[in-house]
């Protein structure tokens, strides 16, 4: 890789906002250097480069640093013109998009914390409340012209969100994506899982399984104490 043009991105395994960046990657066609990060010793480029929230993904290009998932697609769609755009050039369309992806990460993705931290009917009323806010975004599908298959911003955030939907009905013991529910999103993150790129991103579900099982395991226990 030419020293000018040297792309790290700081990660984990299993961290669906760093999954955003890898497929957005892919789409692309960059050659990334990947740095795995152990979040119980984060690394001192990791401290230094993204001082205010110390996480990842992190995305150093050149020496600069670019943090924050969406940021970092943004970045990528603007910097790398090669490939398909993640973003919609018009204006309107692009705002569209910014709208729904601050939908999914300050409200769809806070719900999704609560489905994984509790128990019993605390834990069917979060489910509720995701479902209620799929329930809001498949009205913004069925007004798009989309294309399943197409990966923009909104198909990579959510299939790196859903697209393990059957690791969390093994680990949770309860669906949450149906197609009774949101047939759009459904027929959307099904169609998207098919697709080679997202494939080579998405980890295996065995691993996935035993990885979120003792997630979960954690966030029951710092509950409780
Ligand atoms: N808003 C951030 C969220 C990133 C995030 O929450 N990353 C987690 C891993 S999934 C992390 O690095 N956590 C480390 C910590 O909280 O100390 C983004 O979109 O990039």
Redesign the pocket.
Known sequence: MAEENKVILHK?Y?????M?VELARKIKGIQFECVD?D?SN?SPELLKYNPV?????LLVHNGKPV??????LEYIDETWKTGPLILPQDPYERARVHFWANFI?QHLIPSTRKVWSTTGEEQEKAKEEIMEKLRILEEELKTTNHENDNLGLLQILLVTLFGSYKVYEEVLGMKILVPENTPLLYSCVTSLNKLPLVKEVCPPHDKMVALLSVYRQKLLKSNTN
């Not at 943090?67 to 970092?72: A, D, F, N, P, R």
């Open positions: 984990t299993a961290s669906s906002y760093a955003r990060e979040l984060k929230h110390k996480k990842v993904p943090s924050e998932s969406l940021i970092i990460d």
